[in-house]
């Protein structure tokens, strides 16, 4: 709470957050998150927390951006007034985790109009093959990793363009703001291998190294930041991951829910039939596992045996209120921070934290396309 109100303080006193900038040789941090509202613990174990702790381990001099990417949301039908809803609820809670202003750029994507201008330049050397190979448009409409964009067949008939150059706007992002290092999960690392690919298709045709290579900072590994999580799984079908999409939203926790919620949703979670303590088996008993690693990630332990062991006197009852207790204890002072953000007397500062966010990251980004055009004579 007294990191919220000396940030609210600050601003409400006309000072404006600003995050420090780097030379271009120095270290840049880029990711991005879509605008759904209130992400859930598993976007926060996967992703959220190692953004934070890039915050507050980097070297004073890095930069560090972190976008709201509402254009990669519009690839799917979107209800406006949610969508602008959501982003604000997603700014909240990015402030709530932890992540200051003053420290690192925050911004939303549309604010930007470089990431656009820079991305259609660079459709022009992304390869329709290589985009045609891509997992996100075939994810999103449900068709197998074979199937061909291009092909007449009706599986492919709702693909929209925005949806299969997905990859290539994700390259702008990075690229724009001359990012050095990406942290992403697995699912996009593939996605990391096109920008770099993209770049240096670039480079190589204007003879200049104007687009820096990015390195994939993948979520999974080991880092002083976060014990990372590859994967949290839904609460209710333990083979699928935790996504808020789901039809029961008991599938998952999001990190504003309260102690009872928690409480009630964990009671609710699959598990199985098999008498005795919790063990970790991800094939046998791939519920149990994903509690047992929720509560490994939570407590920052890496080795799941080690955690098995340390619950195998309780009850499947008591080691999922065990698991329940850890969650809300560790979610309670996030869930404080947000519902002080995101308050209407306090909406104005979110405004400005949005506005201020963008600013800097025009600044950025105008710098990089400056260069890209002089490049390509534009």
């Known amino acids: 709470m007294k990191r919220t109100a000396r940030l609210l303080d600050s601003i409400g006193r006309g000072g404006q957050p600003q995050a420090r900038r780097t030379s271009p040789s120095g270290v840049s941090v880029f990711s991005g998150i879509q605008p759904t509202g209130v992400p859930h613990l598993g976007n926060y174990l996967g992703a959220l927390r190692q953004w934070v702790g890039i915050q507050d381990n980097s070297p004073k001099s890095a930069r560090l951006t972190f976008c709201i990417v509402d254009l990669h949301a519009i690839t799917q039908p ?39 201008e820079l991305m259609w330049i660079l459709s022009c050397f992304a390869p329709m093959g290589r985009l045609n190979r891509m997992t996100q448009w075939k994810s999103k409409l449900g068709v197998s990793s074979d199937q061909d964009a291009l092909g007449e067949r ?17 390259a702008a992002d990075i690229l724009i703001h001359k990012a050095t ?52 799984m839904s609460l209710k079908d333990p083979t699928q991951k935790m996504s808020k999409s789901a039809a029961d939203p008991a599938s998952c926790i999001l990190l504003t829910d309260s102690p009872r919620e928690i409480h009630d949703k964990l009671r609710r979670a699959v598990t199985d039939s098999v008498t005795g303590p919790p063990t970790y088996d ?25 955690v098995a062991r340390d619950v195998s006197d ?17 979610l309670e002072p996030i869930r404080d921070e947000y519902e002080k953000i995101i308050a209407e007397s306090n909406r104005e500062v979110l405004r400005f934290v949005a506005s201020e966010g963008g600013r800097k990251a025009r600044e950025s980004a105008e710098e990089t396309l400056a260069e890209v055009k002089e490049a390509v004579g534009i």
Request: hydrophobic share 40%; glycine share 4%; aromatic share 6%.
């Open 78 to 116: 979107q209800e406006v007034e949610q969508l602008r809803k959501r982003k604000m609820e997603l700014l909240a809670t990015l402030l709530a985790i932890g992540l200051d202003p003053r420290r690192c750029t925050i911004f939303e994507q549309s604010r930007v109009p470089a990431h656009s």
């Open 154 to 170: 009706p599986a492919t008939a709702g693909l929209k363009l925005g949806l299969f150059s997905y990859p290539v706007l994700q």
């Open 181 to 232: 290092h990406v942290p992403v999960g697995e699912d996009q690392a593939q996605h990391l291998e096109l920008t770099r690919e993209v770049a240096s298709s670039f480079n190589k045709a204007f003879g200049k190294d104007i687009l820096k290579l990015p390195i994939t900072l993948l979520c999974t590994t080991p880092s002083a930041y976060a014990t990372p999580a590859k994967r949290i």
């Open 282 to 306: 991800v094939q046998k008993r791939p519920g149990v596992s994903n509690l047992i690693e929720i509560l490994a990630h939570i407590r920052r332990q890496q080795d799941f045996d080690n």
């Open 314 to 330: 309780l009850s499947l009852k008591a080691f999922k209120d065990l698991v329940a207790d850890t969650i809300s204890e560790h």
